[in-house]
């Protein structure tokens, strides 16, 4: 972790936007009390000051001027305050560089300060104005309060060199170390920074009595007898001190092992923290082909590795599947090695697991071009997901509203706007709930105010969620999903018993509710590719037991989904065709441009199911656009005429027109009502075409038409206009 905090942006930090960890402050303090140790700063150099007549002339004013704006700073609003604080935190800098604060071992004393503002005190207060007073004060005191008891206290006669040094000593009380713990405890409320802080006052309150009492003594306040006394007192205290002190590690872990089940969340919360980042779920990887291109009758071979992660270690079982194609035209490859022939599943692998696995396409399977082979994993597999909320006495919520506090700032919470929290995997658990926190809860029913409880199941990844099999919501005992005439939450969950449960969501300060089978048909009725939402209503049973001792209570709400995933990779082969094959005409002008020759596969052509050599089409003549006499089409005419009177209609009543093809067998068109999409295929342009015109709101109507010769050179793209008057 940095000195900022992990995840903390330092630029957001620069400029005041975000809060820095509190190991930043501490840090920074521990670091002036070693240049303490090692250089031994006392603050102003009194003598040197009162001496000087310069540093009066120019000091005397600054301090006046500081005065001037401690009172402004109370007496003004809060709107006018900042600019009051500036000048004040200014002066304090110029008043430590005028008087020698900054000369030596002041160094320190002014930079550290000076980052600790910057870095901490800017994104921690409130505003601006209480960071520059409260940092521009300390700063007062460090540099006036030691130095000033050594020069007051060695003026008096009845001093003590040892009691000027013990009372000045900041290495015993280090004005620094002390704002860095309480205000470290303060923002993040950390039980260690308490502990260091009660070390720290038990350590400076004993120094000073340990030492005050030998001091007192040579002074002649107290007897042998009575000093004896006092210090065999003060050394059994101290032991007792230390000793508890030396507890405190093992008080604190009793303390929270028996926190941790309720107060984070316990195991569950544990299992999901753990897997955030980690990615969980079934990764299909490394595809490789055993050669980069293949021939019509070579066997395709795609290898891959099947690797799962999961949380348990119970096995999952997974089908995987090979093929190429759209639905219409879909062809499967045979996958390898298959551990369960016959049955829905051909792996059972467990967490951390490798398996290689092969698909085959035969020879042939594949017809010559670009295919592109998709290797698919549908597997069952569950997500867990948790999501932290707050509560408080409503009273005491709008008691605080009315004075504009935060509650939340009030106690300390920095996670304002909690985040559902989920294991990583194929699908995203959101949860939410009421967007004011905490939510205000009363025993007066209708005072309180009823928390939602929002679930989203979304999908991660880019495969389908094929069946959501079960979703568990836990809320604690002292709560309850409302209970409609339709059921728990619209009918969608039932109340279920602990026994029920996995042992790893068994918890007896939770109540579980699974969803019910009219939910489960409900969302499954196709797969989900993006998310599906259910919202429930929060009922309170028991607000003491929510609320506890504390003034904000924290809870946690828990869902469990599990369900059937497929997910898959693709890559693409490009098979080639075998020599000495024929290629396949489709249709009837086509000329064939295949040395091998070529096979009529279209009925209405003269030479169905025949072949043809090259330079011929399938309706057996030989193309004269194969040796350059079919020109590129062009000055080819289409007309809409629907009362077949052989003139062009402006207009019609009706999305349903007769084209009239004025071409020849030289050539074949196509159609299209948008230009770029062409239904039908190429056809003769000679005869009559019916089609319909596009239901697109526009008054005229486009009809695109586009001709080639049967070499395939395609002439200009032409249209013909209609102006269509129907409704």
Same mark, same amino acid.
């Given at each position: ?7 903390t942006? #330092?630029?957001?930090?620069?400029a005041?936007?975000e809060k ?9 303090a521990?670091?002036?009390y ?8 006392? /603050?102003?150099?009194?003598a040197s000051i ?8 120019v ?13 402004l ?8 305050r900042?600019?009051?604080?500036r ?9 430590i ?6 000369r030596?071992a002041g160094?320190?004393?002014l ?18 104005a209480a960071a520059?007073m409260?940092?521009?004060g300390?700063?007062i005191?460090?540099y006036?309060?030691?130095?000033g ?9 009845w001093?003590?060199?040892n ?9 015993i ?9 309480f205000?470290a405890?303060?923002?993040e409320?950390?039980?260690?920074t308490?502990i260091?802080?009660i ?9 000073? #009595? ?5 001091i007192?003594a040579?002074?002649?306040?107290l007897?042998?007898e009575?000093?004896n006394g ?5 050394t ?19 303390s929270?092992?028996a926190?941790?089940?309720?107060a984070?969340?316990?195991y569950?919360n ?6 955030v980042e980690e ?16 021939f ?6 795609l290898?891959a590795n099947l ?5 348990k270690?119970?096995? $999952? %079982? ?5 093929t190429?194609g ?6 499967? !490859? ?6 369960y ?28 071009a670009?295919?592109?082979?998709t290797?698919?994993?549908e ?5 867990l997901g ?5 509560f408080m ?6 008691a605080l509203?009315?004075?504009?506090i935060?509650p ?8 304002k ?14 949860i ?29 990844? /880019?495969?389908?969620?094929?069946n959501?099999?079960?979703?568990i919501?836990? $809320? ?6 409302e209970q409609?005439?339709?059921?728990i939450? *619209? ?11 996995d ?14 089978e009219?939910?489960?048909?409900? $969302? ?10 259910r919202?429930?209503t ?5 607000v003491?037991?929510?609320? %506890?001792?504390t003034p904000?209570a ?6 469990y989904a599990?369900?059937i995933y ?8 490009? #098979? ?6 024929k290629?396949?005409?489709l ?8 040395d091998d ?6 009925p209405? +052509?003269?030479?169905?199911?025949? *072949?043809?050599t090259?330079g011929?089409? +399938? ?9 350059g %006499? ?7 005419e #289409? $007309? ?5 009177? !052989?003139?062009v209609?402006?207009?019609t ?14 050539y074949?068109?196509h159609?299209? *009502? ?5 239904? /039908?295929g190429?056809?003769?342009p ?6 319909v ?6 008054p005229?109507?486009t009809?695109?038409?586009? +001709? ?6 395609k002439?200009?793209?032409?249209q013909?206009f ?6």
């Amino acid at each position: 972790m940095g000195l900022l905090g992990k995840n903390t942006n #330092v630029k957001n930090v620069v400029a005041g936007r975000e809060k820095p960890s509190a190991f930043l402050v501490l840090a920074l303090a521990f670091i002036l009390y070693i240049w303490d140790y090692i250089f031994r700063f006392d /603050g102003f150099d009194f003598a040197s000051i009162t001496s000087s007549p310069l540093k009066l002339i120019v000091g005397i004013p600054l301090n006046i001027f500081l005065f001037v704006n401690v009172f402004l700073f109370f007496m003004r609003p809060a709107g006018g305050r900042i600019l009051v604080s500036r000048f004040f935190f200014t002066a304090v800098i110029l008043d430590i560089m005028v008087l020698g604060g900054f000369r030596g071992a002041g160094v320190g004393h002014l930079l550290i300060p000076l980052i600790i503002w910057f870095l901490w005190a800017r994104n921690v207060y409130e505003d601006e104005a209480a960071a520059n007073m409260i940092i521009g004060g300390l700063m007062i005191f460090d540099y006036v309060f030691y130095g000033g008891l050594q020069y007051m206290i060695g003026r008096q006669p009845w001093a003590d060199e040892n009691l000027i040094r013990l009372l000045s000593n900041r290495l015993i009380f280090p004005i620094w170390g002390y704002y860095a713990l309480f205000t470290a405890y303060q923002v993040e409320k950390d039980p260690l920074t308490s502990i260091l802080l009660i070390i720290l006052l038990g350590t400076t309150i004993f120094y000073l #009595v340990d030492d005050g009492t030998a001091i007192a003594a040579r002074m002649g306040y107290l007897n042998k007898e009575m000093e004896n006394g006092l210090m065999q007192y003060w050394t059994v205290a101290w032991e007792r001190f230390w000793g508890t002190v030396s507890q405190f590690p093992e008080r604190f872990k009793q303390s929270y092992d028996a926190q941790l089940e309720y107060a984070t969340g316990g195991y569950y919360n544990g299992q999901v923290e753990e897997n955030v980042e980690e990615p969980l779920g079934v990764f299909i990887e490394n595809l490789l082909l055993s050669n980069q291109d293949y021939f019509e009758d070579e066997t395709v071979i795609l290898w891959a590795n099947l690797r799962v992660n999961t949380l348990k270690e119970k096995p $999952i %079982g997974i089908l995987m599947n090979c093929t190429t194609g759209d639905s219409k035209n879909k062809k499967s !490859g045979q996958v390898e090695p298959d551990y369960y022939p016959g049955k829905p599943i051909n792996f059972n692998i467990t967490s951390q697991e490798e398996e290689g696995i092969q698909c085959k396409f035969p020879a042939g399977n594949l017809a010559a071009a670009t295919h592109t082979l998709t290797l698919s994993a549908e597997f069952n597999f569950e997500t867990l997901g948790y999501l932290k909320t707050y509560f408080m006495d409503i009273d005491r919520k709008q008691a605080l509203a009315r004075n504009a506090i935060d509650p939340l700032d009030q106690y300390g919470i920095v996670d304002k706007n909690p985040t559902a929290k989920f294991t990583n995997g194929p699908i995203r658990i959101g949860i939410g709930t009421s967007s004011q926190l905490p939510v205000g809860i009363s025993k007066n029913p209708t005072l309180s105010q009823q928390p939602r409880l929002g679930i989203t199941i979304e999908n991660q990844w /880019g495969g389908k969620i094929k069946n959501i099999t079960n979703i568990i919501v836990m $809320i604690p005992t002292s709560m309850r999903l409302e209970q409609s005439a339709e059921g728990i939450c *619209n009918g969608w969950f039932e109340e279920v018993g602990i026994n029920t449960l996995d042992d790893a969501l068994q918890d007896s300060n939770y109540r579980s509710y699974k969803m019910t089978e009219s939910l489960r048909k409900d $969302i499954n009725k196709k797969p989900i590719d993006t998310f599906i939402t259910r919202i429930c209503t929060v009922e309170v049973d028991d607000v003491d037991e929510i609320l %506890g001792n504390t003034p904000v209570a924290t809870h946690y709400y828990r869902v469990y989904a599990e369900y059937i995933y497929s997910a898959a990779s693709t890559i693409s082969v490009t #098979v080639k065709k075998t020599k000495n094959t024929k290629t396949e005409l489709l249709d009837c002008i086509q000329t064939c441009q295949d040395d091998d020759g070529c096979f009529c596969k279209e009925p209405s +052509c003269t030479q169905y199911n025949k *072949n043809v050599t090259k330079g011929q089409t +399938c309706e057996g003549a030989a193309s004269s656009g194969a040796a350059g %006499g079919d020109p590129i089409p062009s000055n080819l005419e #289409v $007309i809409i005429d629907n009362d077949g009177d !052989g003139s062009v209609d402006s207009s019609t009543a009706t999305l349903e027109v007769t084209l009239v093809l004025k071409g020849d067998n030289r050539y074949a068109c196509h159609y299209s *009502n948008d230009g770029s999409t062409w239904p /039908g295929g190429w056809e003769l342009p000679t005869g009559t075409k019916e089609w319909v015109l596009a239901n697109d709101g526009q008054p005229t109507k486009t009809v695109y038409y586009e +001709c080639q010769n049967r070499i395939g050179e395609k002439g200009l793209m032409d249209q013909v206009f209609i102006t269509y008057t129907g409704t």
